[in-house]
């Protein structure tokens, strides 16, 4: 990797190294934007497709309840365990 | 999702789902990158960001309406909509959440900040989960029902407050559209919002129905199997 000017005084020069980290208020942001937009948007569809999915399966054990009851009530024999 | 027979039903999905794949080529390929005060690249979050708050208010609205028609006149199909529409207020709101701090990091350079529009927006959708909360918890019976639609009023009262609270006690959050606000300097990035909206309108539209009708069957599972006890067909 080729060193700029300001890298090879910062590493000939040895009284330039940090000897101590002290806090600063709003330092620099150095977080990638592009990994902020892609991080919010898989964030979202997740939340959207887990819902889907929720609602799906959810809805695929109502039904199924439903024609338990209905054959249930029809034949009028059956002996179900209440709850859904 | 309903497997339901309807037609109508799924040509809204193939509606919703085209739109969503133009906006997304849209926003990613055509829309431009705005200053970076605004966060730059990330600013893009803004054209999803702000459909789904404008959803939350959408679903809030339908919320309110179905329950105060509820607490009047009850009915299943009111009660069912009630329902659906703080379930899907709740992910709408989620997805705002979400995304909203993943902007401010770049623009404000922190997630959070108790700014007047962000806490009365998170005030806004605990008060949907607690909607969600009590009618998944605490039964089916008339009493949760109506203590559940009088919190769906009350928690869709609190969005005007939203709406005006920054005009009012100012914060962080940018006013970029309507009162105060310089608007969107580009007619592409105009066009990418008018898409969010009419796409998270879409999205909207077709989660209330697919969770209407799921509250529905519950409904009917419920009366299925009140009727089955009573007539002694099914036992406790």
């Known amino acids: 990797m080729k060193q700029t000017p300001s890298d090879s005084a910062t590493l000939a020069d040895p009284s330039a190294r940090s000897t101590e980290f002290v806090p600063v208020q709003g330092g620099n942001e150095t977080t990638s934007a592009a990994s ?19 609602s799906w399966r959810r809805q695929g054990r109502v039904e199924t309840r439903i024609a338990e009851l209905e054959k249930a009530l ?8 209440a709850g859904d | 999702m309903p497997r339901s027979k309807d037609p109508l039903f799924y040509a809204l999905l193939a509606t919703t789902t ?3 794949v133009y906006l997304i080529g849209y926003v990613f390929l055509i829309a431009p990158v705005a200053q970076l005060q605004a966060g730059g690249l990330a600013q893009k979050i803004f054209y999803f960001h702000v459909p789904a708050a404008y959803a939350m ?14 607490l009047l006149n009850p009915s299943d199909i009111r009660d069912a909509v009630g329902r659906a529409a703080a379930e899907c207020a709740v992910v709408f709101g989620f997805m705002m959440l979400a995304s909203g701090p993943l902007w401010a990091k770049k623009a404000w350079g922190v997630y959070w900040t108790w700014d007047p529009r962000l806490t009365t927006t998170l005030l806004s ?22 203590f559940a639609s009088a919190l769906g009023v ?6 005007p407050i939203i709406h005006y609270s920054v005009l009012k006690w100012g914060g962080n959050h940018p006013t970029v559209i309507g009162q105060g606000g310089g608007g969107l300097r580009h007619p592409a990035m105009t066009h990418a919002l008018i898409m969010g909206f009419v796409a998270m309108t879409l999205l909207a539209a077709i989660l209330l129905w697919a969770r209407a009708r799921l509250a529905l069957s519950v ?15 099914l036992d406790y």
């Open chain 2, 154 to 159: 009350l928690g869709t009262i609190n969005l």
């Open chain 2, 125 to 146: 959708v605990l008060v949907y989960v607690s909607v969600v909360v009590l009618r998944a918890f605490a039964g089916n019976g008339e009493a949760e029902r109506k």
């Open chain 2, 57 to 70: 208010y959408l679903c809030g609205t339908v919320c309110c309406v179905s329950s105060a028609m509820y």
């Open chain 2, 18 to 20: 085209a739109v969503f």
């Open chain 1, 74 to 81: 029809s034949t009028g024999i059956s002996k179900l365990g």
């Open chain 1, 36 to 54: 902020l937009l892609i991080t919010a948007y898989v964030v979202m569809w997740a939340l959207l497709l887990g819902f889907v999915f929720l």
């Open chain 2, 219 to 233: 409904s009917r599972v419920a009366r299925l199997e009140e009727q089955a006890i009573a007539s002694g067909q």
